[in-house]
Structures are given as C-alpha cells and as structure tokens.
C-alpha cells in the first residue's frame, strides 16, 4: 500500500468516517474491524483494488430432468428444479449446460452496504458466458453470514473443469448513505 492509502486509513476511526459510494478493496478490513462485513473464512490474498474474490465452493446443484410445470407459488419450488447438492473435488460444465455454485465463503453484511457478486473479469473473458449479476443486499446476511447461490452457464465449445477454491467470483462492496431497512 502506498503512504496516501495508510493516511486514509489513519483518518478512518468509525464506520461513520467511510464515504457513501463504491469501496476500494484497502477499506474492506476497516469494514471488517467495525463489524459491518464479515467473510468466513477471510483472506487477506483475496483482496483486490475494489473488490474481494470469493472463492468456488465444493457443492454443486444440477438441474432436475423433469418437464412438469413448474410452480414458483408453491413452497419449496427450487426442489422441483434443482437436485440436491453435490459436494465434489471438480465438476465439468459440458459446452452449452448450467450448474448452480455457491461460493466457498459466507458472507455478512450490515443493513448500510449493498454488494455487487460477478463472474471474475480473468475467467469471463476465457470461457463463462454467463452468470447471475445483481447488486444485492442479502435479506438476512445482516444477522446471520450466508454463501451465495450463483447459477454458471458454458456458452463455449469445449467443457470447463470447475475446482472448489478457485476464485471465481469478485464482490464489489457500496457503502449506502442510509440503512435499508
């Protein structure tokens, strides 16, 4: 980090000291130290210049092959398309098919930041065409860490070997100018 960054740091001595807008990576341990993020586990190494990369988790969920009609007012809906998940060492995502991932770390944020999960830029260019890309502010994520549920599509010709730890995903972090309520 170079003296102005530490200087910033210096400055910062309550989450209230942290302007409203898109955060570098450098303030994410400083939103850490406050209790406003956690992320378990942590890692230093994962932090980017704004973002931190989150990890493939182990577990994947494949699509049912059923043709019924699927009701999305029925309660527990997702098991009418999804089959349980599968904890695997690798997963080949064949060209032109979708597996649902969650990401290997849990995450919690407080009711005054908004996080932003994206396929990391490396690994979009070379071979995901698609992933799920919203600004969110996880319901719960505030009381209780959760992982988040991504849901990855091969738009290539050839299979993708998926490997759990590999950092698939970055997380944008927005501190907002009010809570959510």
Request: aromatic share 10%; glycine share 4%; proline share 8%.
């Amino acid at each position: 980090m170079n003296s102005s960054i530490y200087e910033i740091l210096e400055n910062i001595k309550s989450p209230e000291d942290i302007k409203p807008g898109t955060l570098p990576g450098y303030l994410f341990l400083k939103l850490v130290d406050f209790n406003k993020l956690r992320i378990s586990p942590f890692d230093t190494n994962l932090i980017g210049q704004l973002c931190y990369y989150l990890r493939l988790g182990p577990y994947f969920f494949k699509s049912t092959k059923s043709r019924k009609l699927l009701n999305s007012f029925k309660k527990e809906s997702e098991k009418q398309i999804l089959l349980p998940a599968r904890k695997l060492n690798h997963y080949i995502l064949k060209p032109k098919k979708s597996v649902v991932v969650q990401t290997a770390e849990r995450i919690m944020v407080s009711k005054d930041l908004l996080i932003k999960i994206e396929l990391n830029p490396y690994f979009k260019k070379d071979f995901l065409g698609s992933t799920s890309n919203t600004i969110i502010h996880p319901e719960s994520s505030h009381t209780k860490p959760i992982r988040f549920s991504i849901c990855l599509t091969n738009f290539g010709e050839r299979p993708i070997k998926l490997i759990p730890g590999s950092p698939l995903f970055s997380m944008a972090i927005e501190k907002l100018p009010y809570p959510v309520i």
